[in-house]
């Protein structure tokens, strides 16, 4: 990738700074030579306008990555649809819009792969985007990171602004959220088949019915793609952030029990919601820059367990969230 734009002695804004991608970006920045800035939820609720006016100006930042939001898996985004589209509108139009205000030169927004149509053409290239309807599981959630992206390109077709969007898949890695109910398969699975491995279970249940397939990328891969693409990309059009390669959840969950050690049966809950049938990006965009993720899946799923197992003994793994 040829770098536009210099990280270096920069002050750079991340937005989420404790959360899974957030804090992954925080590390990848290090080696950029740039000061870090981050404020905590008690300092700064990005929800609060005024707020996030006054905070933005008062650092003035050069750069901002977007990586706050509110997040779940598939059971989260649909039992608190108001939740999903309220706080994600107005956190990132009030970042976004304070941002053009204190005249901050380069932001980046993190939306997601359920911004496409759920029948959308596999693999999905970025101008599938509003071709069609919406998974009904993660609509609202996709009708706001539609906003934000939206937000981005008309500050940069009004204001000559270079803010910039990638869509992430789905993502994987060390300060994951392993609630039950409310997070992502990964870290849900991880958890259940440890879990069950610890107490001598020889059954566990995924949702649904194991069919649907999900792209995946690991953390610090992704936080790796959101930095070149910060030092490298300047387009008017959003990029998707992938592996190029999807499993199906069923697969998936045979490889993250043989990666815990957990030799039981695996059983589906049909009661619970498949979502989209597959969701692999298409990341010709991202990969032409010579960009590639580090990570295999299995290594991937190796280096999330070290992180669980180690954090979840010292009680510092995210089980319980609101
Ligand atoms: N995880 C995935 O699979 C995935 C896939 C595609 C895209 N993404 C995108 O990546 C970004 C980060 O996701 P993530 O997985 O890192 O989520 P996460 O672990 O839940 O982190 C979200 C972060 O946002 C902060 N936040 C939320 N509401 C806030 C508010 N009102 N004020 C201040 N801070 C607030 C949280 O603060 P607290 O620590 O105080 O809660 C947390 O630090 C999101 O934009 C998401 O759409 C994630
Ligand atoms: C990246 C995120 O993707 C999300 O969709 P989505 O891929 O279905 O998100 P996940 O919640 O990861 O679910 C992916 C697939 O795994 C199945 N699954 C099996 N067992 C489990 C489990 O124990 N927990 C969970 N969570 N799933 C499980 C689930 O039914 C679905 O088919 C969107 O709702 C968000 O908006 C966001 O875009």
């Not at 976004?96 to 380069?106: C, D, H, L, P, Y």
């Not at 009708?143 to 390109?153: E, H, R, S, Y």
């Not at 697969?251 to 979502?275: H, M, W």
Request: overall charge negative; some cysteine.
């Amino acid at each position: 990738m040829t770098d536009l734009y210099s990280l270096k002695n920069k002050r750079v804004f991340v937005a989420g700074h404790r959360g899974m991608v957030g804090s992954a970006i925080v590390r990848r920045l290090k080696d950029e030579g740039c000061e870090i800035l981050t404020a905590s939820r008690s300092e700064l609720d990005l929800r609060d306008q005024s707020g996030v006016r006054r905070w933005i100006a008062e650092r003035k930042p050069d750069a901002v990555v977007l990586a706050a939001a509110k997040v779940g898996g598939i059971l989260a985004n649909d039992t608190y649809p108001a939740d999903f589209l309220y706080e994600n509108l107005v956190i990132e139009t009030n970042v976004i819009e304070a941002s053009f205000r204190s005249e901050v030169g380069k932001l980046i927004f993190l939306g997601s792969s359920c911004i496409y149509p759920k029948f959308a053409p596999q693999p999905i290239p970025e101008d599938a985007l509003l071709t069609g309807p919406l998974e009904p599981t993660n609509e609202w959630y996709a009708i706001a990171k539609i906003a934000g992206l939206k937000l981005c390109q008309a500050y940069r077709r009004q204001h000559g602004v270079d803010y910039i969007s990638a869509m992430p898949t789905n993502l994987y890695g060390p300060g994951d959220n392993f609630d039950l109910e409310k997070s992502h398969v990964i870290p849900a699975l991880m958890r259940k088949a440890h879990e069950a491995k610890l107490a001598g279970e020889k059954q566990l249940t995924i949702w649904g019915s194991g069919t649907p397939k999900r792209e995946f990328l690991h953390v610090d891969d992704a936080a790796d793609a959101m930095v070149s693409l910060l030092k490298s990309y300047s387009g008017d059009g959003h990029v998707n952030v992938g592996s190029g390669e999807d499993i199906a959840i069923l697969e998936l969950a045979k490889l993250v029990a043989s990666v815990v050690g957990f030799e039981g049966e695996i059983r589906n809950d049909p009661t619970k919601p498949d979502g989209t049938p597959r969701k692999l990006m298409d990341v010709s965009r991202l990969f032409e820059t010579g960009w590639r993720p580090k990570y295999e899946l299995k290594t991937g799923l190796e280096d999330a367990y070290a992180w669980f197992r180690e954090h979840v003994e010292k009680g510092e793994a995210r089980l319980n969230v609101a």
